[in-house]
């Protein structure tokens, strides 16, 4: 894990919009901190790094925005993404998660997904590749926005305001929040038997492969 806090200090507010906007909606966003990054911009605004209100007003407008994006990335090449190859940028696979998880939960996704990593990414694309249209998208991406990015943002800048010392405990706390983050995904991974299998073999070959290596 790297140290976000002194990545915000050093990306300064204008870095974590930019983050919070990537991660939002553009495909190549996946892999940032979102949850954690909010979290402990919070809690720098607490300890007067940061202006509280610029910083929530700003992630709600980036999340958005992000979002938007997102969605109009789905709805310019839809169908065209799942043709794409896999690249370090692009992963099919979160794609596909985040369309079985629209399906399952329809324009309630768009808020769910906020609080999962790699499905809030993809979950505004598949919304514009499906038939759902901008002004319903944008009320449910309004309400996730100020859920995720005001909700999160303001717990970390509390949290820091009414403990003292917190910055003490700053990063058992992220390291609970990325759990918290990634267990849903890790649920939807585990809960079907084939998935459960097909995970399962491809752990039993990678250690197969590290003992190889090793005795060669």
């Known amino acids: 894990m790297f140290d976000i806090e002194t990545l915000i200090k050093t990306i300064g507010l204008l870095g974590v919009l930019a983050i919070v906007f990537t991660e939002s909606g553009l495909l190549f966003g996946f892999f940032l901190p979102g949850d954690s990054l909010l979290f402990t911009a919070g809690f720098l605004a607490s300890q007067n790094f940061l202006d509280i209100k610029i910083l929530v007003l700003g992630c709600f407008i980036a999340a958005v925005a992000g979002d938007s994006v997102g969605y109009y990335i789905g709805h310019k090449f839809g169908r065209k993404?799942?043709?794409k190859e896999d690249s370090f940028l692009f992963h099919k696979d979160h794609l596909i998660r985040a369309q079985e998880f629209y399906k399952k939960h329809g324009g309630k996704a768009i808020i769910l997904a906020r609080f999962m990593p790699f499905i809030r990414t993809f979950a505004p694309v598949v919304a514009g590749i499906g038939s759902m249209s901008y002004a319903t998208f944008l009320f449910y991406n309004f309400l996730g926005g100020l859920l995720w990015?005001?909700?999160?943002?303001?717990?970390?800048?509390?949290?820091?305001?009414?403990?003292?010392?917190?910055?003490?405990?700053?990063l058992p706390i992220i390291g609970l929040i990325i759990i918290l983050s990634i267990s849903p995904g890790l649920y939807h991974a585990f809960k079907s038997k084939e998935q459960r299998n097909r995970i399962y073999a491809f752990v039993k070959q990678f250690i197969a492969g590290q003992i190889s290596d090793k005795i060669k």
Do not use: Q
């Not at 005001?150 to 003292?164: E, K, M, N, V």
């Open 81 to 83: 993404l799942f043709n």
């Open 149 to 170: 990015a005001i909700g999160i943002t303001l717990s970390g800048y509390f949290l820091g305001s009414l403990i003292p010392d917190v910055d003490k405990y700053l």
